[in-house]
């Protein structure tokens, strides 16, 4: 799947979490978090879940398309 990686970043900077934060709260690789962000890198369900879940927000705010 290939989240929003906008949004991962705006919902996370207006939450004042750090990537490390994010990384240790959702259990993933500060890096691949960060691939992610830049849309170089796809996630599984299953990490976008800890993820959303890391952020408190719903899983629809993270995986919608990228906005034109």
Known sequence: ???NGTAIRVIRRA???SLRQ???RAG???SFISRIERGESGASER???EIAAALEVPVAAINREEMS
């Open 1 to 3: 799947m290939k989240p």
């Open 15 to 17: 939450c004042n979490v």
């Open 22 to 24: 994010l990384a240790t």
């Open 28 to 30: 993933l690789d500060r």
């Open 47 to 49: 990490s976008l879940r």
